[in-house]
C-alpha cells in the first residue's frame, strides 16, 4: 500500500509563488506522479504529471499553466514537487497528488490513478 502526504499549500497574492510536496511511503513502485486540482463546483482536472522510468523522464502540463508550474520529483526521496510561479485567481483550489504504478498515454485520466494524497488548498487573491 502507498500513502501519499501532501504539504506546502496556502494563501498567496497573485503572482507569487507556492511549492507543493508529495512524499509516498510503501513498498510499491510509482511510474507516474500528478498533481490535479479541483476549483468548487469544477470537475478535479490534471494540472501536471512527471513519468519515471530508469533514467528516462516524461514530464506534461495542462496548457494553462506552462510557464509557470514545474513538476520535479526526487526518487530518492519518493517525493514529488510542484512549484508554482505567477500564480493567478484562476488557480485557486484544492491540490491533489496523485500516483500510479503504470506508466503509459493514459496518465490524463483521474480514473487510471491508484493513490491520492488528501489535497491541499492553495488561494490566490487578486
Known amino acids: 500500500q502507498v500513502q501519499l502526504l501532501e504539504s506546502g499549500g496556502g494563501l498567496v497574492q497573485s503572482g507569487g509563488s507556492l511549492r507543493l510536496s508529495c512524499a509516498a511511503s510503501g513498498r510499491t513502485s510509482i511510474y507516474t506522479m500528478a498533481w490535479f486540482r479541483q476549483a468548487p463546483g469544477l470537475e478535479r482536472e490534471i494540472v501536471a504529471t512527471?513519468?519515471?522510468?530508469?533514467?528516462?523522464?516524461?514530464?506534461d502540463y495542462t496548457d494553462s499553466v506552462k510557464g509557470r508550474f514545474t513538476i520535479s520529483r526526487d526518487n530518492a526521496k519518493n517525493t514529488a514537487y510542484l512549484q508554482m510561479d505567477s500564480l493567478k485567481p484562476e488557480d485557486t483550489a484544492v491540490y491533489y497528488c496523485a500516483a500510479r504504478r503504470r506508466y503509459d498515454r493514459y496518465y490524463k485520466s483521474k480514473t487510471n490513478y491508484d493513490y491520492w494524497g488528501q489535497g491541499t488548498q492553495v488561494t490566490v487573491s487578486a
Open positions: 512527471i513519468m519515471t522510468v530508469g533514467i528516462s523522464t516524461y514530464i
